[in-house]
């Protein structure tokens, strides 16, 4: 399963290795298709490929950790 993520990460979170935890945790490969980081906050296109219940539980985790994550419909991007 390939999903495609737009988060929103908030500046408490900017210097967390969440990457590291989803590939480490979950065995998903993130792709970062677009990023945006500032002092305060970083916007990130993202990809996540892996099982589909692995990927899931990734997305699950990024969500309770305090990440804004939208799903990105196919063909879709945004500009950063």
């Given amino acids: 399963m390939k999903r495609k993520l737009f988060c929103t990460i908030p500046q408490n979170l900017i210097k967390q290795p969440l990457l590291f935890t ?4 979950f065995k998903v490969v993130p792709n970062i298709r677009g ?10 296109s993202l990809e996540l ?7 899931e539980q990734a997305v699950r985790y990024l969500k309770d950790e305090g ?3 939208e799903d990105l419909e196919e063909g879709e991007e945004r500009a950063l």
């Fill in 35 to 44: 990023a945006s980081v500032t002092e305060t906050i970083a916007i990130l």
């Fill in 49 to 55: 490929e892996g099982d589909d219940a692995q990927v």
């Fill in 67 to 69: 990440v804004q994550v």
């Fill in 22 to 25: 989803l590939v480490n945790r």
